[in-house]
């Protein structure tokens, strides 16, 4: 199952949730603030699986580790997103926002686009 993360935050499953949290806990949330879904399943607003989240980045480290956790068993694993394998953080390149890379793959990428642009150019001479 895809799970997906809210960008702008304005999506129907959020507002929901963060109505529901205000009326459970009785407090307001800042705005900054971004509700998560344990099992993955935004209409699901029972407030044991929701987790409030102070930032986007967070939120979004949760569900990487939720992501890793699934894949490999391990929250601390990390996914390469140019060979899309995943593997330990000593072994990848931060980029940022958890996102990583191997350094061999992100050479072969740029080599890869680099080739790419050129040959387009010259298509246009
Ligand atoms: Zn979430
Ligand atoms: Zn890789």
Request: proline share 0%; with cysteine.
């Amino acid at each position: 199952m895809k799970i997906k993360i809210d960008r702008n935050g304005r999506d129907l499953g959020r507002i929901i949730a963060v109505y529901t949290f205000n009326k459970y806990y009785g407090k307001n949330l800042r705005s900054s603030a971004q509700v998560h879904h344990i099992d993955g399943n935004e209409t699901n607003n029972n407030n044991t699986n929701l987790v409030i989240c102070q930032s986007k980045e967070y939120h979004n480290l949760l569900h990487v580790r939720t992501m890793a956790l699934r894949e490999t068993g391990d929250v601390h694993k990390r996914k390469c997103w140019v060979c899309k394998n995943y593997d330990d953080i000593v072994n990848l390149k931060y980029d940022k926002g958890e996102i990583y890379h191997h350094t061999n793959c992100f050479k072969t990428y740029m080599h890869t686009y680099n080739k790419n642009r050129k040959n387009k150019g010259a298509k246009h001479e």
